[in-house]
């Protein structure tokens, strides 16, 4: 059968399976943003999009659901262009996140359409309101937060499917659009991201860290609130005081992924730093940036305690492959991380509040290994049992996608 994958910064979720439907014989497409420049295992296509000015006096409700479905204008006229040229997929998988899918039915009526439903957001019960650091929710912002989801609703409800990674994340959807949501992990590498006491992970200081060291791991794609950032740094003071050979690793980039950046200041990084640096030695606080995914692999394998907290809101890849690598994980006890890890059986679960209860974690974690090393075998089992990609997610991904193959004609 033909499959079109839409994704404007693809391959994105569709990374393994893309190729691997490719392999089982099926003809694949991928319909992507121009400025996309990341590799692909198949062939792409790609519609070029620019923004229209949305006026500045509109309701923010009015302006988000404009961008998003103004970017779905330009790719149904994409898809138009290829239609035109016989191109006709039997399936069309698309992540909803940017509007993309939302008038696909129009240009293919005959196609099935299945969305990435990653998260819909709601005015309360997630992430907005979350933090009382940056403001209770007001009736205003709730919402602003389910107008986001206008467009989100409207990809779904003219789909024949939808697919969420996670249990909670599906839940984020209204009872009759939840019934279209199956869930079924990406799945993790458990094969490359596993125990290895060979591992090396090199500092910029040119010291060399291997599994045994005592180390703590930070890793977000960007440092910011939506993350837990402010209680990680807020907690670091205490741990660092406690464990004079502590070595701390932060991964993670200085822009926005979620939320608002601060106002006036450059990004959220300095920001919290500045409040704990005359409290720190910082040559044992090592701030990378954005890694190589190889470094990112070997950073996990050394990890001794690693630090993960998430408002309630998509769960990271990065926790499940610090899962597979066997790390201790000390976790903020927020419900996409809930439906992954069991406190004392997993991982350690702590508020995501509290930061003297996250120095006494993080300090326990790297005091006393021993302890919590039934914990990291049983974290590194529940990934192969959940979340396994080759043994679990990509063959469920695959027959899921396949079943909606067309029926061949009665002959």
């Known amino acids: 059968m033909k499959v079109l994958f839409v994704h404007q910064n693809f391959p994105g ?3 393994h399976l893309a190729p691997e439907l490719a392999k089982r014989g099926h003809d694949c497409l991928a319909l992507t943003d121009a400025s996309n420049t990341r590799a692909s295992a198949i062939p792409v296509a790609r519609y070029k999009h620019d923004a229209v000015a949305v006026d500045p ?14 970017r779905g204008v330009t790719v149904a006229r994409a898809a138009l262009a290829l239609r035109a040229k016989g191109y006709v997929p ?3 998988f698309g992540h909803s996140g940017w509007g993309e ?9 005959e196609a099935k359409l299945i969305v990435y439903a990653e998260f819909y957001y709601r ?31 409207q990809a779904l409800a003219h789909a024949d499917a939808g697919l969420s990674p996670t249990e909670w994340q599906a839940s984020t959807y209204p009872a009759p659009l939840r019934r279209m949501i199956s869930v079924i992990h990406d799945g993790v590498d458990t094969a490359g991201m596993a125990p290895d006491a ?6 910029p200081t040119g010291q060399i860290l291997r599994p045994g060291d005592e180390v703590l791991t930070f890793v977000n794609r960007n440092l910011e609130p939506y993350r837990g950032y402010h209680t990680f740094m807020r907690a670091l003071p205490a741990v660092l005081a406690a464990r004079p050979q502590a070595q701390v690793v932060i991964v993670g980039g200085e822009e926005v ?3 608002a950046a601060p106002k006036g200041e450059k990004g959220w990084k300095q920001r919290f730093l500045s409040e704990v640096q005359d409290r720190l030695d910082l040559s044992r606080v090592h701030f990378m940036g954005k890694i190589p995914y190889a470094d990112f692999v070997s950073l996990m394998k050394v990890s001794r305690a690693h630090a993960y907290l998430t408002y309630p809101f998509v769960l990271s890849w990065s926790m499940i492959e610090a899962m597979a690598a066997g790390c201790h994980i000390v976790a903020s006890a927020t419900k996409p991380v809930q439906e992954a890890i ?15 209860a996250w120095s006494a974690a993080l300090t326990l974690a790297l005091a006393a290994p021993e302890r919590f090393m039934p914990l990291r075998a049983a974290a590194r089992q529940a990934a192969l049992e959940r979340y396994d990609l080759r043994g679990n997610c990509l063959p469920r991904m695959v027959a899921f996608v396949e079943s909606f193959a067309p029926t061949p004609a009665a002959g």
Do not use: C
Not at 343 to 356: A, I, N, Q, R, S
């Open 123 to 153: 005015g309360r019960g997630a992430d907005v309101g979350f933090d009382p650091e940056f403001g209770t929710a007001n009736f205003d912002q709730v919402m602003i937060a389910q107008g986001r989801a206008a467009y989100l609703g």
């Open 57 to 70: 006096g509109a309701t923010r409700l009015g302006r988000n659901y404009t961008t998003m479905s103004d």
């Open 13 to 15: 979720q569709f990374l």
């Open 101 to 109: 899918t939302l008038f696909l039915k129009e240009v293919w009526p």
């Open 342 to 356: 069991e406190h004392g059986k997993t991982g350690t679960l702590v508020d995501f509040f509290d930061v003297p």
């Open 198 to 203: 060979a591992a090396r992970f090199t500092l």
């Open 257 to 259: 992924s979620y939320g």
């Open 90 to 92: 039997d399936v069309i």
